[in-house]
Every structure is written in structure tokens, then in C-alpha cells.
Nanobody
Framework: QVHLVESGGGLVQAGGSLRLSCAAS????????LGWYRQAPGKQRELVAS???????NYANSVKGRFTISRDNAENTMYLQMSTLKPEDTAVYYC?????????????WGQGTQVTVSS
């Protein structure tokens, strides 16, 4: 089992910055990758960025060059630094962890943190 707790969301003006944090606990060594997803009202949840245990990162085209994902293995924490925020970045942001359970990946989710970008 993996437990995830997000923090750092809030209200920011367009062009501003926020940093989200995701603290992981439980079966940390079983985590294959960590990621941030977001879900805006009326839309499907989408991948924002991910980072593997080896440090390989992946970003949605809409956030490339503006968001940076990182992880601190010593603190079991993942971060999402968001810059040049736009109103369309408004969403609930969820932390995700994937563990390999032999035949498939198991997903774990945090409770979500609201990010609101005003124009």
C-alpha cells in the first residue's frame, strides 16, 4: 500500500507560480513511477507530468516549458513547480503512484489539491 498526501494548491493570478508537493508513505520501494494528473470541471482526468524511479520525466504538451516535476527520494516527496500559470491550468491536481504487481500496474491516488488561476 502507498499513501499519498498533496499540498500547495491555492489561488494565483495568471502568470504566477505555485509549487505542489506530494508526500508518499507506505511501500515506497515498490513505486515504479510518480505523476501529477489534473481534472477540470466537466473534463476527464489528464496526465500533467510523470517521473520514473530512474528520474526520466514526461510532460503533457500543454505544460512543457512551464512546469517542472521533481522528486526527493530522501524525503519521499515529489514536487510540481508550476510557472507562467494560465486560467486553463485551473483544476484539481492529483498525485499518482504506480507500483508493479506482477502482471499490471497498481495505481494509488492522493486526495487532490485545488489550483485556481484567475485571469
Amino acid at each position: 500500500q502507498v499513501h499519498l498526501v498533496e499540498s500547495g494548491g491555492g489561488l494565483v493570478q495568471a502568470g504566477g507560480s505555485l509549487r505542489l508537493s506530494c508526500a508518499a508513505s507506505g511501500s515506497i520501494k515498490s513505486i515504479s513511477s510518480l505523476g501529477w494528473y489534473r481534472q477540470a470541471p466537466g473534463k476527464q482526468r489528464e496526465l500533467v507530468a510523470s517521473i520514473t524511479s530512474g528520474g526520466t520525466t514526461n510532460y503533457a504538451n500543454s505544460v512543457k516549458g512551464r512546469f517542472t516535476i521533481s522528486r526527493d527520494n530522501a524525503e519521499n516527496t515529489m514536487y510540481l513547480q508550476m510557472s507562467t500559470l494560465k486560467p486553463e491550468d485551473t483544476a484539481v491536481y492529483y498525485c499518482n503512484a504506480k507500483t508493479w504487481v506482477g502482471v499490471r500496474f497498481q495505481d494509488y491516488w492522493g486526495q487532490g489539491t485545488q489550483v485556481t488561476v484567475s485571469s
